[in-house]
């Protein structure tokens, strides 16, 4: 059974870096997609990054060069490493995974994902 967890999340200046963590998904699929979302209040859930089996990786534009998704395999975790937040950035994370045939194609729609942990909560100030 899939159980995400996230971690690290915290509360940072304009400027700085945090890393997300998320484990549990122990790669049930031999093909999957795995993801970062988030959610502001008052705003939909956006996808943030994903990565596929292989190590292909996807941005919104929106964090393109200063965040970076990337995975551990043999610790069954993913990372999101986030550098040069802005108080846009503040919101609830949440990491995602599901098989890549349902996923496949648009990688940051939340509705394509089944697995998803209880969220981290970033917040940045300016």
């Known amino acids: 059974q899939v159980q995400l967890v996230e971690s690290g999340g915290g509360s940072v200046q304009a400027g700085g870096s945090l890393r997300l963590s998320c484990t549990g998904f122990g790669h049930p699929y031999s093909a999957y997609c795995m993801g970062w979302f988030r959610q502001a209040p008052g705003k939909e859930r956006e996808g943030v990054a994903a990565?596929?089996?292989?190590?292909?990786?996807y941005y919104a534009d929106s964090v393109k060069g200063r965040f970076t998704i990337s995975q551990d395999n043999a610790k069954n975790t993913l990372y999101l490493q986030m550098n040069n937040l802005e108080p846009e950035d503040t919101a609830m994370y949440y990491c995602?995974?599901?098989?890549?045939?349902?996923?496949?194609?648009?990688?940051?729609?939340?509705?394509?994902?089944?697995?998803w942990g209880q969220g981290t909560q970033v917040t940045v100030s300016s």
């Open positions: 995602a995974a599901d098989s890549f045939f349902r996923c496949r194609g648009r990688l940051l729609a939340s509705d394509n994902y089944n697995y």
């Open positions: 990565i596929v089996t292989g190590g292909g990786a």
